[in-house]
């Protein structure tokens, strides 16, 4: 049973460049969130997705964007990169309604660089 | 909003010895609450959850973590530690499936 997958593992940008990484979920779940965790910082919420919407979102600009496909994968998009979105990013994975809150699995995120 | 402060930044123990790291919270309601572990370059994986009933739970790896609600606290144990152990701790409270973090805590185990 696969966990959640994450591509790329690594990523080099440069300043005002756009970045798109991308999540498969865990075999069953239908729901992903991403985080963004910057060095010596704990996760960092940025939004969830479920049936294709973003249903919740943290406190992050307009820059950070996201999409969800049928198969449930994710994207998580970000323009006009800044030198402080370097960070490691996570997606989890969760199933709807499978519990009071519904745990999260995480993959092993993509490490993100902007020069 | 919920919040989760993690006291110490960094703990070193001797292997073999108990370890405890400490999670305060602050949330309105019952918290949902969560101990995650991060090896280096790997993602989070779940030690232990809280939603209600016995404060006292089990996780995986020989780890345990009590529920104070009078202290807001959600403590994690560990009553002999392994070298494998070594890594970053992270509790977090959780609630609509909105997360909210710790800035974790770095376990170092002596040989």
């Known amino acids: 049973d696969a966990g959640v997958t994450q591509s790329p593992t690594h990523l080099i940008k440069t300043r005002g460049q756009q970045v798109t990484l991308r999540c498969s979920p865990k075999?069953?779940?239908?729901?992903v969130s991403w985080y963004q965790q910057a060095l010596g910082q704990g996760p960092q919420f940025i939004f969830q997705?479920?049936?294709?919407?973003?249903?919740q979102r943290g406190n992050f600009p307009d820059r950070f964007s996201g999409h969800q496909f049928p198969n449930y994968s994710s994207e998580l998009n970000v323009n006009a990169l800044l030198l402080g979105d370097s960070a490691l990013y996570l997606c989890?994975?969760?199933?709807?309604?499978?519990?009071?809150?519904?745990?999260?699995?995480f993959g092993p995120g993509t490490r993100l660089t902007v020069l | 909003a919920q919040s989760v402060t993690q006291p110490d930044i960094h703990i070193t123990v001797s292997e073999g010895a108990s370890l405890e790291l400490r999670c305060n919270y602050s949330y309105g309601a019952t918290p949902y609450l969560f101990w995650y572990v991060q090896s280096p370059g790997q993602g989070l994986q779940l030690l232990l959850k809280y939603f209600s009933g016995d404060t006292l739970v089990q996780g995986i790896k020989g780890f345990e973590a009590e529920f104070k609600r009078s202290q807001s606290s959600f403590n994690l144990r560990k009553p002999s530690v392994h070298w494998s152990d070594a890594a970053e701790y992270f509790c977090a409270v959780g609630a609509n499936n909105d997360m909210r973090f710790g800035a974790g805590t770095r376990l170092t185990v002596k040989p």
């Open positions: 075999s069953g779940h239908d729901t």
């Open positions: 989890a994975s969760s199933l709807e309604g499978s519990g009071p809150t519904d745990t999260q699995y």
């Open positions: 997705y479920y049936e294709e919407e973003e249903r």
